[in-house]
């Protein structure tokens, strides 16, 4: 059984490009959230998916955007790249919040 | 608001010693506690949680983490420390139903030493 699969698992962009993320949640996981991890520092809270739309947001900026398609797959899309939004981005699944989340290897973005 | 505090960047501990990685919460109402370990380059991989019932919890690779509820403390532990153990360990809290917001503390970077 497939756990969470992100992609692409590294990538390098330039100031002012855009980037999407994409995440495959574990089999039977219907709620996505995303989460960036920044060099030293702990994973923050970006956004959460379930039944398509955005349920709830943590404190980022306009410039990332989500989305989740029927299958539960999910993308994060960020706009206007700034170097400050080089970071592990991780994306996590889960069935029934009591049971946790389940973390795929993140995507490595690098600004340059 | 909620937010973790791991107050050591770093602990060192000899191989075949007991090991505790602290962690602290602050969270509004009854709170969901998780221990996440992160190796090099890769995700997160869940240890253990704690929802309701016994204070001891026990996880993955012979850990535990003891909730107490006076002190707001979630610590990690193991009996025995292996040398595969060392690694970065995340304490996260989350909130009452509704809230499915992870804080995660800044981390406690584990080594054990042989």
């Known amino acids: 059984d497939a756990g969470v699969t992100q992609s692409p698992t590294h990538l390098i962009k330039t100031r002012g490009q855009q980037v999407t993320l994409r995440c495959s949640p574990k089999?039977?996981?219907?709620?996505v959230s995303w989460y960036q991890q920044a060099l030293g520092q702990g994973p923050q809270f970006i956004f959460q998916?379930?039944?398509?739309?955005?349920?709830q947001r943590g404190n980022f900026p306009d410039r990332f955007s989500g989305h989740q398609f029927p299958n539960y797959s999910s993308e994060l899309n960020v706009n206007a790249l700034l170097l400050g939004d080089s970071a592990l981005y991780l994306c996590?699944?889960?069935?029934?919040?009591?049971?946790?989340?389940?973390f795929g290897s993140g995507t490595r973005l690098t600004v340059v | 608001a909620q937010s973790v505090a791991q107050p050591e960047d770093q602990v060192n501990v000899a191989e075949g010693n007991p090991l505790t990685v602290k962690c602290t919460y602050s969270v509004s109402g009854n709170p969901y506690l998780f221990w996440y370990v992160q190796y090099p380059n890769r995700g997160l991989q869940f240890l253990l949680k704690?929802?309701?019932?016994?204070?001891l919890v026990k996880g993955s690779y012979g850990f535990e983490a003891e909730f107490n509820k006076s002190q707001t403390s979630f610590h990690l532990k193991k009996p025995s420390a292996l040398v595969s153990d060392s690694a970065l360990y995340f304490c996260?809290?989350?909130?009452?139903?509704?809230?499915?917001?992870?804080?995660f503390g800044t981390g406690t970077r584990l080594t054990i030493i042989p």
């Open positions: 996590a699944s889960r069935l029934d919040r009591l049971y946790g989340y389940t």
């Open positions: 089999s039977g996981h219907d709620t």
């Open positions: 996260a809290v989350m909130g009452n139903f509704g809230n499915e917001k992870l804080t």
């Open positions: 704690y929802i309701t019932g016994d204070n």
């Open positions: 998916y379930y039944e398509e739309e955005e349920r």
